[in-house]
């Protein structure tokens, strides 16, 4: 079983930052794409950022420029850098891996709320 554990979330002002962290655990035996996906309030789960195991990133339009995705292959952790936050990008975070655990299987975390007061 692969466990995907995020963490880093929290109630931050407009204009601040965030780091978010994500580290899977369990029988892994490599991981392929990790990203980042959001849900906020009435709204259907999005897209935030990804990141291939060669380290190719994709950003939404929302937050190019202001966030940053990068992973340490060596923890099997991949984090999201968000800075000039807005009140827009309040939801639950979660994290995504595609793990090769004999076959490659999509993992979801249980997800971080994220905060931004105006």
């Known amino acids: 079983q692969v466990q995907l554990v995020e963490s880093g979330g929290g109630l931050v002002q407009a204009g601040g930052s965030l780091r978010l962290s994500c580290a899977a655990s369990?029988?892994?035996?490599?991981?392929?794409?990790m990203g980042w996906y959001r849900q906020a309030p009435g709204k259907q789960r999005e897209l935030v950022a990804t990141?291939?195991?060669?380290?190719?990133?994709r950003y939404a339009d929302s937050v190019k420029g202001r966030s940053t995705i990068s992973r340490d292959n060596a923890k099997n952790t991949v984090y999201l850098q968000m800075t000039s936050l807005k009140p827009e990008d309040t939801a639950v975070y979660y994290c995504?891996?595609?793990?090769?655990?004999?076959?490659?299987?999509?993992?979801w975390g249980q997800g971080t709320q994220v905060t931004v007061s105006s």
């Open positions: 990141i291939t195991s060669s380290g190719i990133t």
């Open positions: 995504n891996a595609f793990v090769a655990v004999g076959r490659v299987v999509d993992y």
């Open positions: 369990g029988n892994i035996i490599s991981i392929n794409a």
